[in-house]
T-cell receptor
Framework: NAGVTQTPKFQVLKTGQSMTLQCAQD?????MYWYRQDPGMGLRLIYY???????DKGEVPNGYNVSRLNKREFSLRLESAAPSQTSVYFC?????????????FGSGTQLSVL | DQQVKQNSPSLSVQEGRISILNCDYT??????FLWYKKYPAEGPTFLIS?????DKNEDGRFTVFLNKSAKHLSLHIVPSQPGDSAVYFC??????????FGKGTHLIIQP
């Protein structure tokens, strides 16, 4: 009954440090997404992967890289963290478009960059 | 340019009354609309959706209305309960993959 699992739940970085946010889903979904949520800004798409082996930029991709490791896992990497990347990050997954594009979200990673 | 707009950052409603959350969109290519509910420190959870070929969808206390000519949708919650206090996001699906979200409305149910 896990759904979408994200790690870590909290992280504090110093400017310039790097880190990888991990995400895994157990629903056999093809598509996976990374969103960030900032106060007053809603959820904005960073990167997505429509299927294993493909990744595409979303609305706010600068400063991030992603890897679709296999069908289950989709990681988000910050190579050189900046204070502007302080945010809550959500991973999500979905099945086929015919199913209505309902996204299932993880519980989020609270990231602070000092 | 914001394609999905939720113009009310917050809304306070008395318990038992109707809550109406509004959402406007600008992209005519959107063909599917969803509402998500989010509690603090949790991920958003799917609430209800509507296809662009319909104008109403009901699920228990929740009803979503779609007015395509006005590019407007609304979520009605009747009756409102304390557990409905949360942030509600309107989202739309268009040509590209993924969903476009509004900024959210914080619904507060007053006892």
């Amino acid at each position: 009954n896990a759904g979408v699992t994200q790690t870590p739940k909290f992280q504090v970085l110093k400017t310039g440090q790097s880190m990888t946010l991990q995400c895994a889903q157990d629903m056999n979904h093809n598509s996976m997404y990374w969103y960030r949520q900032d106060p007053g800004m809603g959820l904005r798409l960073i990167y997505y992967s429509a299927s294993e082996g493909t990744t595409d930029k979303g609305e706010v991709p600068n400063g991030y890289n992603v890897s679709r490791l296999n069908k289950r896992e989709f990681s988000l990497r910050l190579e050189s963290a900046a204070p502007s990347q302080t945010s809550v990050y959500f991973c999500a997954s979905s099945g086929y478009r015919a199913q209505g594009e309902k996204l299932f979200f993880g519980s989020g990673t609270q990231l602070s960059v000092l | 340019d914001q394609q999905v707009k939720q113009n009310s950052p917050s809304l306070s409603v008395q318990e038992g009354r109707i809550s109406i959350l509004n959402c406007d969109y600008t992209n005519s290519m959107f063909d599917y609309f969803l509402w998500y509910k989010k509690y603090p420190a949790e991920g958003p959870t799917f609430l209800i959706s509507i296809s662009s070929i319909k104008d109403k969808n009901e699920d228990g206390r929740f009803t979503v209305f779609l007015n395509k000519s006005a590019k407007h949708l609304s979520l009605h919650i009747v009756p409102s309960q304390p557990g409905d206090s949360a942030v509600y996001f309107c989202a739309a699906r268009g040509g590209a993959d993924g969903l476009t979200f509004g900024k959210g409305t914080h619904l507060i149910i007053q006892p």
